[in-house]
Each structure stands twice: as structure tokens, then as C-alpha cells.
DNA sequence: AAGAATTCCTACTTTAATGGTAGTATATCA
DNA sequence: TGATATACTACCATTAAAGTAGGAATTCTT
């Protein structure tokens, strides 16, 4: 039940894009020093976001990335889906306790309370409640080991 | 953001003694039968659950396992806790977003969320209402492919 | 046109977790 | 004493997680 670091890096990510992009692009280089993480791990996982439509990339010198939204129509569901896969406990939570390859018939309304539980968290924060924490944070100059 | 199959299994494993333990002891190659699981396996399981207290094991012929407390004692959080190990998405959402190796402070209030929302879930339910699902289930005949 | 910056694409690597299996020792009942 | 169980320890195979590496393609700048 532990988010991987797809999904955690993943938002870190699209706050960074949220709060440095605002002309335009922003290289993968400049998101991997401000966030210290490795750029060749973070393009794989901005090609997840990419793929989802989440951001648009340019190519080329100057290029970079960018979102493809305002930040406040971008949920942190929609981020974690793309980065992390289905947020459901087990597989056939999403189909509502039907299931072809196996059911666990007796458990099947656990999953489904913990996947809606989580999808009603996660489906309500967007990345501009992110984006204005990343701000506030700044501004405190709260001292934060990030990893 | 997967339960594994030691959490749902421990459930099945729980439910059964549940359903079946009313004379003190269930074998493990009982169990094992009738859940369609490896013998071996399941004693890993349930070491994890009998360390947690919520079984206990009698040793020798016509030994096996029993519950310690009735069903109704028996939370579901308790079981997954034995288990699966923590329910938190990160491990820092258990100490309410304090954190000691790393924090990304920005996002720790999603993560928090989301484990109080599945505690809420899982705290609610308990193995007595496993147990009456499974009864019910049984008696409508209902095929349900285990693996 | 050249060079620098940047994404795109493919492949590889290392480490840890998952999901088991196997064998033997120990305890208990009949 | 023998059958039946758990207890304990070790091992193994597969997959996922986390990250590295190198070069091709694209675009801006000069």
C-alpha cells in the first residue's frame, strides 16, 4: 500500500512546472537541480505525464515542458494515475467488485471503500493547492531534507 | 498502492478460522483446502498474525489455530496491520507529515488524508462481518473462483 | 552553417520485494 | 511409538522499483 517514487516525484514535478513555468518552457535540468533528482529518472516519468496529456513538451534549445492546463484544473487524481497506475488496492476494485480472473468475494467491499475513500481525497486537491503550499514553504524558508 | 496477497490472504485466513474454529482448532492444511492455498505459505501468514496476538497456535496432533478474541473484537485494520505491515502510502503519514529522513513537505497533507480515509474504512469493519459474508455467500451457492 | 541545448528513444543494471518451496526440529495426542 | 501439527530456518524464482547510460532527433542562437 506505498506510493512509489513515479507518483511522488510525479507531483513533485508538476508543482515545480506549476510554480517556475509560468513563461512557458521549463527543461528537465533546471526541475532535476531545483528538486535534486536525477534528470534521466525524471524524464521517464515526465513521459508518463506526457503521455496523459498532463504537459506538452518542446524540443529543441529553449524547449522544455509545460502544463498543458491551469494548475487548478489538473487534480492530484489525474497526476498519481498517470505516474502510478490505478490507485485501487487490488485490480478489481475499479470494476466495483466484479471480477473475471479471481474474487475474493467476502473482501471485494474493503477494496472498494478504500479505492473510493482514496479517490474522494485525491480527486478533490489539484495542483494549484500544491502549487500555492510550494510558495507559502518558500517564503517561510522552512528548511525541508528533501530525498 | 497494491494490497499483496499476504493481506488478502491473511483475511481469508482469519475468516476461516472464523467460520470454521468453533471447536478451538483449525489446521493450516484445513485451511489450505478448503482456500486453495499453499500449506506453506499460509504458515508464513499466520505467523505474522499469531506475533499480532490475534491467533494463537496449539502445537502437536490435533493442534492448529484459533481465534484469541471473538470476530466481533476483530477489526479488519487490525488484520492488514498484522499482515501487510503499515497501511500508510509513505511512511511518514503515519507521524502526522513529521518526518525524519526526508519530506516533501508540500504534499505530505494528501498522503495523510488518504491514510486516515482508508483507517476509517478498515477500523469500521470487522471479521465478524467477513464471516457473515462468507456464511451467506456459501449457502447461495454462489461460484467464486479463488486464487 | 555550426554548435549548444534539449527532448526522444531504447536498452541496461542493480536492488529489494513478492510469492512461494523445502527440510528438519519440536511438541502433542492417541 | 507413530501420526499429526506447528516452529524455525533457509533457499529460490520472478517481478517491480529505482535509476543509469548513450546516442538520435530537434530547435534555438550566433
Known sequence: ??????????????????????????????????????????????????????VKSVRGAKGGYHLTRPPEEITVESILKATEGSLAPVACAEDNGKCENYCDCVTSFIWTQIYEATLSVVSRITLRDLAERSIATEKSGLECIKK
Open 1 to 54: 500500500m506505498k506510493i512509489s517514487t513515479k507518483g511522488r516525484y510525479g507531483l513533485r514535478i508538476m508543482t515545480d512546472l506549476a510554480v517556475n513555468g509560468a513563461d512557458c518552457c521549463v527543461s528537465l535540468k533546471d526541475i532535476a537541480e531545483r528538486e535534486h533528482l536525477s534528470e534521466k529518472y525524471l524524464e521517464q516519468i515526465i513521459n508518463l505525464l506526457s503521455k496523459e496529456g498532463l
